[in-house]
């Protein structure tokens, strides 16, 4: 559902790559937090070749400081590859009169 789609980027690296920190957030509305996934993805700077992805369900991700470990494109597990992140969700209230159950939910992810 394209109601649910958002793309975010972070400004590349161009120092300490082996080890890189972007200390970005990105912060997004969920309306059905059931069939929402969340997607990492390590690009090369120049081109749009990815090196390492991760895809989880959003209900999935845990609250706080969590490593997301990574994955090639065909979901092969990569053994040092990971992603530091924070993440935290909180609840908005409904508006206009909304059901409970279709409470608009609120993202942050840091990475």
Known sequence: MSVDTYHFRTKPI???TLNP??????QFTV???EMCFLRFAVVENNSSQITAQRTLPLKALKPGYRHVQL????NEHLEVS???IYSHRTEEGPKGGATPSSLVR???VWC
């Not at 920190?21 to 990105?26: D, I, L, P, T």
């Not at 994955?71 to 065909?74: D, E, M």
């Open 14 to 16: 161009h120092r300490n």
């Open 21 to 26: 920190m972007w200390s970005e957030r990105f």
């Open 31 to 33: 309306h059905f937090e």
């Open 71 to 74: 994955r090639t494109q065909h």
């Open 82 to 84: 990971s992603l530091f």
């Open 106 to 108: 609120l993202a942050q």
